[in-house]
């Protein structure tokens, strides 16, 4: 595969960061869209000509009609005021807005360093796909809005966790991608952590999806007790009616206690982590991993006890994405091949590849751009991994 010069995987590596953060901004964003109750504003999908607001007078009254027609007004928002409907329009028209904003902010400079081949075909190729994905999020994020807007007066649980979902896997990849960029991988490099460092990321991926659930049933404003709910560890109403799976997703209270378990579990499993690799390279990455996973649990305790308000949900939303961000970074670590020489000695027990074992620090300080010779060689401290993998 060409090699990508040095110089110019800084410049792609920058971008892809700088839209890693506006996807970030974006989930957040949604978020609040969510927690203000202006999701259901805009009843319409328009990709192109929805870019542009309301202007005048008469667009604000033919927006204000036509959200009269679906039940939320009926049932949750009779008689609100031109005023208010502009604030929830314009929470929902900026969070579209973000999501076009995006679009062009990777699609014109991938096509820019495409055509001055800053790039290679492989790396854009998967640069494209991602952008196709960004598509159908956009697609999926109507079919999430279209939910409420003939029988119920909220969106369907299902289909937020969907959106919310696919939202981290473009988070994820741009994050990966950008990584690749700065720290390659050599193949088959492999720290003897890393199966428990993908779990861990798992764990969080699914904890994320477990919150959304919360959020979606709005289960954050009941149960506002901890560690108990309604005096009793395991609530009473789990289950709505006879057992089902469905509860696990449609009961308020199973979904608040299967995400303060899983909180739990993930609390477990990052302190784990971090003291089995407290000797190994990739201990400073287990330690940030543990410490946010401490935080955010603090935070989502927080966030429970006093009902959910604006701006905690928020908080707590962006604290996930961090952890997120984290667990994924120490995966990575745990997969390239200068983290794996950075360990003192010997490489860690168990890597597979065989890896040539400066001495030095026992966690060498990463630096970035490091792993790329400016010809694309591997670095000199790899001795037999192959050329870093895109
Ligand atoms: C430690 C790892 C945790 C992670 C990664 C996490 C992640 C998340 C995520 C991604 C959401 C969905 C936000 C949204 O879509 O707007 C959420 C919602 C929520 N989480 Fe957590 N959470 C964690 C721990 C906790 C704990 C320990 C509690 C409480 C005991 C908690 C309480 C809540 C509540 C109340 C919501 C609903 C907030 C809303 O309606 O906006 N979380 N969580």
Not at 20 to 47: F, H, K
Not at 118 to 134: K, P, S, T, Y
Not at 237 to 263: C, T
Not at 284 to 290: E, I, L, N
Request: aromatic residues 10%; hydrophobic residues 55%.
């Amino acid at each position: 595969m060409t090699a990508v010069p040095v110089k110019n995987d800084r410049a792609v590596a920058l971008w892809l960061f700088a839209i890693c953060a506006l996807l970030a901004l974006m989930i957040v964003v949604g978020g609040a869209t969510r927690l203000t109750d202006s999701g259901l504003s805009i009843v319409e999908w328009r990709p192109v000509t929805g870019a542009a607001p309301p202007l005048s007078e008469a667009d604000w009254r033919a927006e204000f009609e036509k959200y009269k027609t679906i039940p939320e007004y009926a049932q949750v928002n009779l008689g609100m005021s031109l005023a208010d409907f502009k604030e929830i329009y314009w929470w929902e028209w900026g969070h579209r807005f973000l999501g076009r904003l995006i679009g062009l902010a990777f699609l014109l400079p991938l096509i820019y360093f495409a055509m001055t081949r800053r790039i290679d075909r492989a790396l854009g190729l998967r640069l494209l796909g991602l952008f196709i994905l960004g598509g159908l999020q956009g697609a999926l994020g109507w079919w999430m809005v279209s939910s409420g807007l003939s029988e119920r007066i909220d969106v369907s649980q299902y289909r937020l966790a969907a959106h919310l979902g696919l939202a981290l896997v473009l988070f994820a990849a741009m994050i990966w991608i950008a990584l690749d960029l700065v720290s390659p991988r050599a193949r088959g490099a492999r720290h003897r952590l890393a199966p428990y460092a993908i779990a861990l990321m798992i764990g969080v991926y699914a904890q994320m999806i477990l919150g959304a659930f919360v959020a979606g049933l709005r289960a954050g404003r009941v149960y506002n007790t901890w560690p108990l709910m309604e005096g009793r560890f395991v609530p009473e109403a789990y289950f709505i009616g006879a057992p089902g799976v469905s509860d696990l997703f449609e009961s308020m209270a199973a979904v608040q206690f299967n995400h303060r378990l899983g909180a739990y579990a993930l609390f477990a499993a990052a302190l784990a982590m971090m003291i089995a690799a407290r000797k190994t390279a990739l201990g400073p990455r287990a330690r940030m991993v543990f410490a946010c996973v401490a935080l955010q649990a603090l935070l989502g305790v927080w966030t429970v006890v006093a009902a959910t308000p604006l701006a905690l949900g928020l908080a707590h939303q962006a604290t996930a994405l961090i952890v997120f961000g984290a667990s994924l970074y120490l995966v990575h670590g745990s997969m390239s091949s200068i983290e794996m020489t950075a360990s003192s000695g010997a490489a860690p027990a168990g890597a597979r590849g065989s890896m040539a074992a400066p001495t030095g620090s026992e966690s060498a300080p990463m630096t970035p751009f490091h792993g790329t010779s400016r010809t694309g060689a591997p670095p000199p401290d790899v001795t037999t991994a192959s050329a870093p993998s895109r």
